[in-house]
């Protein structure tokens, strides 16, 4: 190589190495801003915390009092399909954030339901399953086919994935859902008692979850994140009740159910607490530019 061929490519190498310093050290600068963006961000809403806290715990408070525990027993099945509704439309259209497609559809229609499944969709999916429902679920899927999702619980937000009811159709064991979430959670199993086991309510505790249920057990919703809502069949009460599970990553386990009603208020309950929650948010942003729910 000649000398003045080897002098262009060692002026090449070094202007080469010098724009990569340079778009690194912009690279650290723009990491760096947005850190300090964060701090920012995060300082403000500690100041604004401090200043406010009284008031929004009262507000959170005065939002959690709402409940339904034990309504359907008291007034019945289809007094609370229409509660249920009318709450949910209610806070839907004084809601401060956009809706997306799906609160649109449920404010339009007045309704968090569909149309009943037939008698043969019913019989349909208890002789696929081999299994008999139980009469909480017979009751609602004779009004309804599914619930409507009130929030969008999904990381994909792709249609059909949503975390709700879905139509008994599509009912199945939980290993032909997602065989790989059940191998997870059955790889080791620590036994457990039924006085740990048999408690309900905000009593029990989560993590002490009989993960061999696992292995047959009834996805009634879509495995949405690792979340979903199960059918029990292990567990049958008195009264023909089957157990149903709340089983979700905000949990370290599943939340459990005496009944598919107990399930239902559950999340009537958590839908309204949400949706008021988020527009409490959203005041706190109009008010003093930050919102407090992460």
């Known amino acids: 190589m000649n000398p003045r061929r080897r002098t262009l490519l060692k002026s090449a190498a070094a202007l080469l190495a010098a724009l990569g310093a340079g778009a690194y050290a912009l690279h650290r600068q723009q990491l760096s801003d947005a850190q300090q963006a964060r701090l920012d961000k995060a300082r403000q809403q500690q100041a604004i915390w401090a200043a406010h806290q009284d008031e ?23 007094t609370f399909m229409r509660y249920w509704s009318a709450q949910v ?15 649109q559809e449920i404010v339009h229609s007045g309704s968090l339901f569909y149309p009943p499944a037939s008698a043969g969709d019913i019989a349909a999916v208890q002789d696929r399953l081999q299994l008999r429902l139980p009469p909480g679920m017979l009751a609602l899927l004779a009004r309804s086919d599914g619930i409507k999702d009130v929030i969008d ?5 792709d249609p059909g994935s949503e975390l709700t009811l879905q139509h ?8 032909r859902v997602n065989k790989e979430l059940v191998d997870i959670w059955t790889r080791q199993r620590d036994p457990v008692p039924d006085s740990d086991y048999n408690v309900y309510g905000p009593q029990q505790a989560p993590e002490l979850l009989r993960v061999e249920y696992l292995q047959r057990i009834v996805a009634i919703s879509n ?38 009603y107990a399930l239902l208020e559950a999340v009537c309950r958590d839908d309204c607490h949400n ?7 959203a005041e706190w942003q109009q008010k003093y530019g930050v919102g407090m729910v992460q």
């Open 223 to 260: 495995v949405v994140d690792g979340g979903v809502y199960l059918l029990n069949p292990h567990i049958v009460f008195p009264d023909g009740e089957m157990e149903v599970w709340d089983f979700s990553p905000k949990y370290p386990g599943a939340v459990r159910y005496r009944s598919l």
């Open 89 to 103: 439309v209610q806070r839907l259209r004084r809601l401060r954030t956009p809706l997306d497609a799906l609160q």
């Open 56 to 78: 929004w715990n009262a507000r959170v408070a005065a939002i959690q009092r709402f409940s339904v525990d034990g309504m359907i027993a008291r007034d019945g099945l289809d």
């Open 275 to 281: 949706l008021e929650l988020w527009d409490l948010d």
């Open 153 to 157: 619980c999904c990381s994909s937000h």
């Open 168 to 175: 008994c159709a599509r009912f199945d064991w939980l290993h």
